[in-house]
């Protein structure tokens, strides 16, 4: 019962070139920053990721993208990593945008055991008819790779479209707390995707800021049970501390209070 791996590089040793992850966090809140570096220098490429977004220029995500390796992403939201963008344009990279709702029910549905679902999202634009970029042709311009059109039906009266689980190899998440059976707990925005990412992957493996003792949870504060998770890696003080800020500022109102001060 106790998944408490040693480290960060152990518990990513056998994701190999050509895996599927799911990846925890919103923006750069709740991402699991250790492991990807870990990841990073482990080495593996040809990578299919599942993320609402891919991190930014030089953190999270964007430190495996930016090494290549990275082979496609689904998600949601492009944000301002510019070489996540350069990627896409010039063909180096597969890119399937969802509706983030219905990312986060496809990761559910996945971890679930529901194989796919009708959703009114999508329905009467390219997400439905099909035909969006999936992958450009090499050097930009022409679309090599488009997606197909999905499965429409109506339910009482109203068009749903056919929306399909999503389950991967591996989950990489963090976690605010974690128990050493594998029991965790989110803080305020990181419970957006890491709950859902954590469903889908076979082999889920977390890091936790705070690593308790079996019991010190109480049912009820236990946002994803220990049954979904394989492994967990204990961060240390500064690892737990190292949380990038997207846009740092600061309200008129607290400036001035900080000058009275």
Known sequence: MDKVISG???AVADIGCGASLAV?????SGVPEVLIR?????????????????GVDGRGLGVLLAAGRIARV?????GENKEFARQYLSGELEVELVPQGTLAERLRAGGAGIPAFYTPAGVGT????????WRHAAGGGSVAVASPPKETRDF????????????????????????????LRFRRAAANFNPLAAMAGRITVAE??????????APDEIHLPGIYVRRVVQLTAAEAADKHI?????????TRGAVRA
Do not use: K, M
């Open 246 to 254: 997207e846009h740092l500022s600061v309200s008129a109102s607290s």
């Open 8 to 10: 960060a590089a152990e």
């Open 38 to 54: 870990a990841l990073y220098a482990q080495r593996a490429t040809g990578l299919s990721v599942v993320s609402n977004n891919c």
């Open 126 to 133: 390219q997400v439905a008819r099909g035909g969006l970029p």
């Open 24 to 28: 925890g966090g919103f923006g750069l």
């Open 208 to 217: 936790v800021e705070e690593l308790v003792e079996p019991g010190a949870l």
């Open 156 to 183: 009482a009266g109203r068009p749903h479209i056919l929306e399909h689980g999503i389950t991967t190899d591996f989950a990489l998440v963090r976690a605010w707390r974690g128990d050493r059976h594998g029991n």
């Open 74 to 78: 689904t998600g949601s939201y492009v």
